[in-house]
């Protein structure tokens, strides 16, 4: 039996589920910020005069701040590593 086949027979358990739980909570903060930037545009764009043209770029920086961050993350965790790319991201440091 190869490694792959092991992992397909192990049974999901604790670890499993707290990965899980874990990996929504981030998608969940990520929508999270999403939604707080466009909920914020209307009162942004009396407070600071902005046109339509100048929220639009407000607003399509945050996808494209996922896009970016993502492409990058995942080059950077090939490269030394996905736990190592996630320390750097924490608040904390490595």
Do not use: C
Not at 20 to 28: I, W
Not at 73 to 84: C, M, N, P, Q
Request: overall charge neutral; hydrophobic content about 50%; cysteine-free.
């Amino acid at each position: 039996m190869n490694l792959l086949e092991r992992l397909d027979r192990i049974p999901l358990s604790r670890p499993h589920y707290l990965l899980l739980v874990m990996g929504g909570l981030g998608y969940t903060f990520d929508g999270m910020d999403a939604a707080i930037v466009a909920f914020l545009l209307p009162s942004v764009k009396v407070e600071w005069g902005l046109s339509a043209a100048q929220l639009g770029i407000i607003g399509s920086a945050t996808p494209f701040g996922f896009l970016f961050g993502a492409v990058i993350a995942g080059i950077l965790g090939d490269r030394i590593g996905r736990r190592s790319v996630m320390l750097y991201a924490s608040p904390d440091g490595p």
